[in-house]
């Protein structure tokens, strides 16, 4: 069972200082996967017990905006995995109320969303600390409705993570890396909060793993929110203009590219101009193709920002060329004239023979 991490620091001024933060208990679609988080807020449990006891002397209070953002949730009602009955709500909002209570004239610093390891934080997703940073102290803000500190203290652990737990977890922050350059990072911030609370070092390793697997599915979700429609095609005239369905799951006007290539010799296809996808929308749009010969090839499709860079994931298209091309009727034709002139030299031949 993981355990809060929350402590008092005594200083020289005989001042106190809480740190607040709990490892998640969600899953990323926000239901709960125990009912653990409630027994804790009570005010015999680890999170009641420094904001109901002594609380007097506590001048700073370290508290991560993700823990807090659960226990909102938890107060506005919440369901359990495996189908139980919460029993939270009410500890949720009382809590809420005390802690705003206990904190009010008192300095409020949040930390990093989700408490993640300051090492693993600067190894998989550096360009994002300012922005978890920024989003950390507004959460805080608007929860207290007042203004805080500056983000401080940054857990120093680092756990240790296998390869595979690695490589999905910097193929994750690739993808929202990817995904920002069309989109604003309000659009991926769920995603990129999620990946923050992955790096807390409190999580026991099996939940994490669990974690890990669910995180995974999401970034396939919000991958595959910009995509191309996997459809084959019949092919009946040496040129054509395939018409390839692109959609857009966001919730935002996205500027795109649509890369394309054939994979094999018999149809050749045209780059189009950019595309322009309103929100939540689907479209079509036309992609040339010349036929060389009959039979059946494939076109890789993928969609790509404007600096060519892929986003959502690559679509084969199959086609059935049924068409004889130009190229090939111009060939044939060629080997029938020459078999008729091949007939007439052997006729003329014979003719002389004779004579």
């Known amino acids: 069972m993981f355990t809060s991490c929350f402590f008092v620091i005594p200083n020289s001024n005989a001042t106190q200082t809480v740190k607040i933060s709990e490892p998640t208990h969600r899953l990323f679609d926000g239901v709960f996967f125990n009912d653990e988080l409630a ?25 991560d905006p993700a823990t807090i953002d ?65 989003r950390s102290k507004i959460r805080l803000e608007t929860l207290l409705n007042r203004s805080v500190q500056e983000v401080g203290s940054n857990e120093a652990v680092k756990q240790k993570f296998n390869k595979v737990s690695l490589s999905v977890l910097k193929y994750g922050q690739r993808q929202i890396d990817l995904l920002s350059t069309v989109l604003e990072k309000t659009q991926l911030e769920e995603n990129q909060l ?23 599915k999401s970034i396939s979700v919000m991958r595959n929110k910009l995509n191309i429609k996997n459809t084959k095609f019949t092919v009946t005239s040496s040129k054509e203009e395939l018409p390839i369905t692109v959609g857009n799951d966001f919730d935002q006007v996205v500027k795109l590219k649509l890369s394309s290539r054939a994979m094999n010799g018999k149809v050749s296809v045209a780059q189009i101009k950019d595309i322009e996808l309103a929100a939540k929308s689907k479209n079509q749009v036309l992609l040339p193709i010349e036929v060389f010969a009959a039979g059946d090839s494939r ?57």
Do not use: C, H
């Open 194 to 216: 999620r990946l923050s609370q992955l790096l807390n070092p409190n999580l026991e390793e099996q939940l994490f793993l669990d974690l890990l697997k669910d995180y995974d």
């Open 39 to 63: 027994q804790k807020l009570t005010p015999t449990g680890s999170l009641g017990q420094v904001v109901y006891l002594n609380t007097f002397g506590v001048n700073n209070w370290l508290v």
């Open 70 to 134: 659960e226990i909102i949730a938890m107060s506005n009602g919440y369901g359990i995995a495996d189908g139980s009955a919460p029993s939270g709500q009410e500890l949720a909002k009382s809590w809420l109320t005390q802690f705003v209570k206990v904190t009010k004239n008192k300095k409020v610093t949040p930390i990093t969303y989700g408490n993640p390891s300051s090492f693993w934080a600067n190894e998989i997703m550096p360009d994002q600390i300012e922005y978890l940073n920024g």
């Open 299 to 355: 076109l890789l499709v993928q969609l790509t920002n404007l600096e060519n860079k892929p986003v959502g994931y690559p679509v084969y298209i199959n086609l059935k060329l049924s068409v004889i091309s130009p190229v090939t009727t111009w060939i044939t034709t060629a080997a029938a004239v020459l078999l008729i002139i091949a007939a007439l030299v052997q006729s003329v031949r014979r003719v002389r023979r004779r004579s």
